[in-house]
């Protein structure tokens, strides 16, 4: 009986687990299996298993054609190691899911696919080099597939989903927008193709059509503006008003329109997923609740010694007295049960981060208690707590700027800095006297700690400077130049203490999670575009130094580009000869300026048709997935300008300030408190376990801080989607009858 249930327990701690982090695996729920699921999500696994995708992707550095050229035996064997990894991964996968369940995820037969994909193509490689046959590794375009496909990519594999879902409506636009590109450049055609003009470079202007299709493409870029445009501007000013009325049109109306659909499908899809996680999430702690649920009186509860053991399984880490705190939201009247309706907000209050924050008194009030409490101490403490002491150091750091942009070979702007650095090192000390030293330098007051690693930095810096210069005449100025560059830093303190602007801060720091996946996403790209372009156009272009007699060194090597803008601008290192080098040329092209000449350069070496190659690019990345990333921050920008605290946030706090241990945000930094996270020893309960203990104890919530890019979504949407939308309503999904673990309508992972 108690080994049984012990394993409900673990079960019903599975499923907390996976709503708090909104992971929608259908697991098997055997025991045996069970365990394995925990394994399957331990921190350790999941690292590993990212660090050989990593690898996997990195050995195209080591590869022919190579940055760090290896053997191939070797990479072969580092990749064979990795391909077992992955297969391992896989079998895992296999032994905690449902057989049908499994064989039906898309996800899991493209990872087989990529695996019998890359081991096909490795032994035929081998077999031919060892004949002396040349051939290429089409098979490494297949490695990202390991990035996307496995179950702790979840978040790359929702942004595919979004652009897959958003393509259809951006196709419609896409097809308006290159009749808009046609007709122009049939009309450009037609107006200048009989004139003979020609270009700066002494080239036919505009009379080959497919050439004015991609030159006018190049211009709702700008990259070609005002260039393509003067030839017939010069012939005749009423000719700009052509070119005025395209960019109109296709640059101005059409990318926007692309934004604005983007923006507008994006959202839609995005927020339908939402709906999924948040309909999964509840069926996930329903199935918990099931699992502990016990009868009292005309309704089912979960007694509280059992939600103690689940909520220990579920977050070890988290303190005895916010593990009270959590139980005295969920249980408000203190019964001694916690019914369904509060049970299922569990993984929502775990998601919130609540600091423990322990008071203390600061040591010099012990050891000379009547210099701390003299009318003198008590003033500077007075002072340095005044919003004028903060003031007055943001002036001293700006004026510090300001001295380190002069010339620091004047004597007197030499002899400022050591003012400046006395005056740190006085307010350092004032902060440590008039705050507990522990308090000053907690583990989150990032600040402080900043502010004084540079400071010391820069006196240790400048003491070493000074001294070798008197006696070696050695000046290590690039030294100095660093720490005061780091000082500069501190103006963004200044920034972050400017409403307006906190609010962006926060908002900067809320989408970091996200533009990780969006990162993702992009090397997911980069890595496809930059495999096909090595084997499209390595060795076609060769970088030679500035005193090289090499054979049209000039000409990148190549006497195709003789007299091209892409020799004129020396742009020989920017070439597809090696996976970093393909990358470079990719970064470059995202950011669009002078993309054409590099599509120029590049066609001449080889065929005309090679710019679609980077039209295909500029169409993937720049029109579609930069656009998703810019909806996504503009959505970050509104929630972060809209949205009040959550629900349950409101809860805590209001349990907080209840139980008569809350701390303002303006108290946050007392000299009393310490940002500090209880000990075990350290509890809510009193000695009868049921008055809270509050002396020495406060909490506060976390500031706006995010702990997974999911909570940030719905943070987002939680707002405009209605409750009656989610799928089954809340009080429907409350009063749901016990079912099996997994149901039969939760196919596979798909909806995460």
Request: proline share 3%; net charge neutral; aromatic share 14%.
């Amino acid at each position: 009986m108690a080994e049984a249930a012990s394993q409900e327990l673990l079960l019903a701690a599975a499923f907390v687990s996976d709503a708090q982090y909104n992971r929608n695996i259908p697991f098997k729920t055997s025991p045996e299996a069970v365990r394995l699921y925990y394994l399957y999500n331990h921190w350790i696994i999941r690292t590993v298993t990212y660090f050989f995708i990593f690898l996997n992707l990195s050995l195209a550095v080591f590869e022919e054609p190579a940055v760090y050229p290896l053997p191939f035996l070797v990479t072969s064997l580092v990749e064979v190691l990795c391909l077992l990894v992955f297969f391992g991964r896989l079998t895992h996968f296999a032994k905690v899911t449902l057989r049908n369940v499994f064989w039906k995820d898309t996800k899991n037969i493209c990872i087989m696919v990529a695996i019998l994909l890359s081991l096909t193509d490795l032994a035929i490689y081998g077999v031919l080099r060892i004949y002396n046959v040349s051939s290429i590794r089409w098979s490494r375009i297949v490695r990202p597939i390991f990035l996307i496909n496995f179950a702790e990519s979840r978040q790359i594999r929702r942004a595919f989903r979004s652009i897959r879902n958003t393509l259809p409506e951006i196709t419609y636009v896409f097809l308006l927008f290159m009749f808009s590109l046609l007709m122009f450049s049939l009309m450009a055609l037609k107006l200048f193709g009989e004139r003979n003009l020609q270009t700066a470079e002494g080239l036919p202007y505009f009379r080959n059509y497919l050439e004015i299709v991609f030159d006018l493409y190049v211009l709702v870029t700008t990259a070609n503006s005002p260039d393509v445009m003067m030839p017939a501007f010069d012939f005749s000013s009423w000719y700009a008003l052509f070119f005025i009325a395209f960019v109109i049109v296709n640059t101005y109306i059409f990318m926007s329109l692309f934004l604005a659909v983007v923006y507008n499908n994006y959202k839609k899809h995005l927020k339908n997923e939402i709906r999924k996680l948040a309909y999964m999430k509840h069926r996930k702690m329903i199935e918990a609740f099931n699992l502990l649920k016990e009868e009292e009186g005309a309704q089912f509860v979960v007694r509280e010694a059992r939600w103690k053991q689940l909520v220990k399984l579920v977050a070890p880490d988290i303190s005895n007295s916010h593990r009270e705190l959590l139980l005295r939201i969920s249980d408000d009247e203190q019964k001694g049960f916690i019914d369904k309706k509060s049970f299922v907000q569990l993984a929502d209050l775990l998601n919130i981060q609540v600091i423990t924050l322990k008071i203390r008194s600061h040591p010099l009030r012990q050891w000379m208690p009547r210099v701390y409490k003299s009318a003198v101490s008590q003033f500077l403490r007075r002072m340095v707590r005044h919003r004028g002491f903060v003031w007055t150091y943001d002036v001293i750091i700006l004026i510090n700027a300001i001295f380190i942009a002069l010339d620091e070979a004047t004597p007197y702007i030499s002899y400022a800095e050591w003012v400046f650095l006395a005056l740190y090192i006085i307010e350092i000390l004032l902060k440590v006297y008039t705050y507990e030293s522990r308090a000053f330098f907690g583990k989150n007051q990032f600040w402080n700690w900043f502010d004084t690693l540079i400071i010391f930095a820069a006196l240790t810096a400048t003491i070493l400077n000074t001294t070798l210069k008197s006696t070696t005449k050695y000046n290590s100025q690039q030294i100095l130049d660093i720490v005061f560059i780091l000082r500069v830093l501190r103006l963004i303190r200044i920034v972050d203490s400017i409403q307006r602007f906190r609010v962006i801060m926060n908002t900067l720091i809320n989408i970091v999670p996200t533009m990780l996946t969006f990162g993702g996403l992009t090397l997911v790209v980069y890595c496809v575009f930059a495999i096909i372009g090595m084997e499209l156009f390595h060795g076609k272009i060769q970088f030679f130094p500035a005193n090289s007699n090499a054979p049209y060194a000039l000409e990148c090597g190549n006497p195709a580009l003789k007299d091209s803008l892409f020799a004129r601008g020396k742009y020989c290192k920017n070439n597809f000869n090696n996976f970093v080098s393909s990358f470079i040329v990719l970064m470059e092209l995202t950011v669009v300026n002078q993309w054409h000449v590099f599509a120029n350069g590049f066609a001449n070496v080889t065929v005309q048709p090679a710019k679609l190659y980077f039209i295909a690019f500029h169409i993937v990345m720049v029109i579609i997935i930069v656009n998703i990333f810019v909806s996504f921050i503009l959505e970050a920008f509104f929630v972060e300008y809209s949205l009040e605290k959550s629900e349950v946030e409101t809860a805590i706090e209001q349990k907080i300030q209840e139980l008569g241990m809350g701390v303002q945000e303006d108290e946050f930094q007392d000299e009393q408190l310490l940002d500090n996270m209880e000990s075990a020893e350290h509890d809510l309960e009193g000695e009868g376990g049921t008055k809270p203990q509050s002396k020495g104890l406060v909490f506060k919530i976390a500031s706006k801080r995010y702990r997974t890019v999911d909570a940030l979504l719905q943070r987002m949407f939680e707002a405009e989607i209605p409750l009656e939308d989610e799928g089954p309503s809340f009080e429907e999904i409350l009063n749901l009858s016990p079912a099996p673990a997994v149901p039969r309508d939760l196919t596979s992972e798909r909806a995460a």
